[in-house]
């Protein structure tokens, strides 16, 4: 993008979650979205209050171990309000998956929230593959403790690290 002063600026595109942890519906709407910006800073919600299984540091881990070697990609974690961290990185644009329909009431929501605090911040959706229109953080976890089958859902890192998390889980 060209500013006012006539220097080419690069567009850098924020997108947030829990990741707890990251789905293969998450990599395939982080795929689409870096061939939208020049930067992508994946941004990773520190949310207390959520109780999620992986600690902030893990999900990040996780997220910087399957983008090493990316220089477009940047996992950042934050608190508070989601625009002023967008802000804050300079970030136009707000990244966010859609699934299906049933996302999209509380997505337009957030969306119009977040253009009221910051209306120079774009929200752009992003259709996840078909593939994973039914895949997400929550259901993954579900049947992963239920002892069901995950592989291909996850990242492989992922699977293993959630089948440890619920084997510590299960022996307390
Ligand atoms: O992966 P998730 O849990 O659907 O991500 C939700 C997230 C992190 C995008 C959303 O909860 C968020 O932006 N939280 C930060 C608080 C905030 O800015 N709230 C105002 C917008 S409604």
Same mark, same amino acid.
């Given at each position: 993008m060209t500013s006012a002063r006539g220097k080419t600026e690069a567009r850098v595109a924020l997108y947030p979650g829990? $990741?707890?942890?990251?789905?293969n519906g998450h990599l395939d709407i982080i795929e689409r979205a870096r061939s939208l910006a020049d930067q992508l800073i994946v941004a990773v919600l520190v949310?207390?209050?959520?109780?999620?299984?992986?600690t902030a540091r893990r999900r990040i881990a996780m997220l910087e171990r399957l983008f090493a070697?990316?220089?477009d990609v940047e996992v950042r974690r934050f608190r508070g309000l989601l625009v002023d961290f967008a802000r804050e990185t300079g970030a136009r644009m707000i990244v966010r998956g859609l699934?299906?329909?049933?996302? $999209?009431e509380y997505e337009f929501q957030m969306a119009l929230m977040n253009r009221r605090l910051a209306p120079e911040i774009e929200t752009v959706f992003l259709m996840a593959s078909e593939e994973y229109s039914y895949v997400s953080s929550r259901v993954v976890k579900e049947v992963a403790r239920l002892g069901g089958d995950i592989s291909g859902l996850v990242p492989e890192l992922a699977r293993k690290e959630l089948e440890r998390a619920i084997r510590r889980q299960s022996r307390r």
């Open positions: 829990s $990741f707890d942890p990251v789905t949310n207390d209050e959520k109780e999620p299984l992986f070697g990316c220089p699934r299906a329909v049933s996302d $999209f």
